[in-house]
């Protein structure tokens, strides 16, 4: 094992300090913390925009896999390259993020190439988001039906989208719906900002008359929000086209490529493809690529799935999306026991949210052989380790509670083998760490 420093990012949209997951965890982490500022996202990885580095040394996680690159686990090597397949982050949303989406690897191909300067990988980034407490987001199109209903209720809404594309959309059949919404969301998101600002006045208004006799739905109250967050943001009427999801604590959603959101509110665990690339319209004060986003969506309708997270193993559950990179895993040890997790072929990226103890690595359970591994890694809320695929784990937790911890993995359908551990490792460890539902 090794333990890690990890950065912290102060995006305007995170949390004051005082408020936020982020800069708590990272202050333990050994990060300083600047009180005057928002902090937004802890980033776990070698990503080089945030890269991991090494406890008590200067070089960077990255550097020691690429010196190591039998740490990652053959089936993780040669599928992915020697690189972390994947970004673990950690996130406390104050004010709601862009209007965005995320490209598959042949368009992040070409924007990377294109625009170097926006685009600063040439990766996919599918993602996955679990909340720490109760959250909230904007996530792919409402159902036809939906938006039918707003486009008739919200005239300020329709006056943006304009009479032609509403009408064709209103009375799309359902082979034509794809399209039509692709127009009606393309023209509202091109609409003339003055227009948008003009209409946002008056929907603002009429809906503030109208809360005095009436319940505002839970959209018109989020419209309301996000307008006094970015005011008069064309962002503001496209809360109108998405989904509003609320997830409980341990609820996790997943997004995949070319797929509208926005996180508005709360603290997560995020985990996502090894990439940086977003592609934003609405809702922010950075680089907006309108016609690229309204392009490149796939205009797909629905709610997300929510995934509530499976148990592996005792002490284990796993949130698994459709995506090889990533999966969530989450670990609990009761207070003053010793566990035993299911032993994984790739590498992992460990996360103490809560409680104290010790991780041990089993004699001879890792082909990795450095000055830089710990036996024994002492843990508390705040730890960050990296863990070489094939380790057998003991967790140990003190007496004062529960030892709590995230886990980022590759997805167990990347591997199609029965783990193989050393004849030196003792038997009883190895019987203790079998798991064949979370072992592919």
């Not at 800069?23 to 776990?44: Q, T, V």
């Not at 996000?226 to 943001?233: R, V």
């Not at 072929?345 to 991780?359: C, I, N, R, T």
């Not at 529960?402 to 029965?418: C, E, G, R």
Request: contains cysteine.
């Amino acid at each position: 094992m090794i333990s890690l420093r990890c950065p912290a990012q102060n995006y305007a949209w995170g949390r004051p300090a005082e408020k936020s997951e982020v800069a708590k965890l990272a202050g333990l982490n050994g990060s300083i913390i600047d009180e005057s500022k928002p902090f937004a996202e802890l980033w776990m990885g070698t990503h080089p925009s945030g890269p991991a580095v090494i406890s008590g040394q200067d070089s960077t996680l990255k550097e020691w896999i690429e010196a190591h690159p039998e740490a990652l686990g053959e089936a993780v090597l040669k599928r992915f390259g020697t690189d972390l397949p994947y970004l673990f982050k950690v996130l406390s949303v104050q004010t709601a993020l862009s209007i965005q989406s995320h490209p598959d690897k042949k368009l992040a191909e070409k924007l990377h190439a294109q625009q170097p300067q926006d685009y600063k990988d040439d990766n996919h980034k599918p993602e996955m988001a679990l909340a720490l407490e109760d959250f909230e987001a904007l996530c792919g199109f409402v159902s036809n039906a939906e938006l039918k209903q707003q486009l008739q209720q919200q005239p300020e809404l329709r006056l943006c989208v304009g009479e032609e594309a509403a009408s064709a959309f209103l009375e799309a059949e359902e082979e034509q719906a794809k399209p039509a919404l692709k127009a009606a969301f393309t023209a509202l998101m091109t609409c003339d900002a003055e227009k948008v600002a003009g209409a946002i006045d008056t929907l603002v208004q009429r809906l503030n008359q109208e809360a005095a006799g009436r319940a505002l739905s839970e959209k018109e109250a989020l419209v309301l929000r996000l307008n006094q967050q970015y005011p008069n943001d064309v962002g503001v009427l496209s809360a109108f086209f998405l989904n509003q999801v609320r997830l409980a604590p341990g609820e996790a959603i997943y997004l995949a490529a070319n797929e509208p959101h926005a996180y508005v509110s709360g603290e997560l665990v995020e985990c996502m493809a090894a990439s940086d690339n977003v592609i934003r319209a609405g809702l922010t004060p950075k680089f907006r690529d309108t016609a690229v986003l309204c392009e490149s969506l796939t205009y797909n309708t629905g709610v997300p799935e929510v995934l509530k997270g499976q148990p592996v193993h005792d002490h284990v559950k796993a949130y698994r999306p459709p995506f090889d990179e990533f999966e969530i895993q989450h670990i609990e040890a009761p207070a003053g026991e010793s566990v035993t997790v299911p032993t994984n072929h790739g590498p992992l990226l460990l996360l103490v949210h809560a409680g104290a103890g010790s991780a041990t690595a089993a004699e001879g359970s890792s082909s990795v052989k450095d000055a830089a591994l710990q036996q024994q890694a002492e843990l508390h809320r705040g730890s960050i380790v990296f863990v070489p695929a094939g380790t057998v784990l003991t967790f140990d937790a003190s007496a004062a509670g529960p030892l709590k911890i995230w886990v980022a993995a590759v997805n167990a359908k990347v591997f199609a083998v029965s783990v193989e551990v050393p004849a030196e490792v003792p038997a009883e460890v190895v019987e203790a760490a079998k798991e064949p539902v979370l072992v592919a």
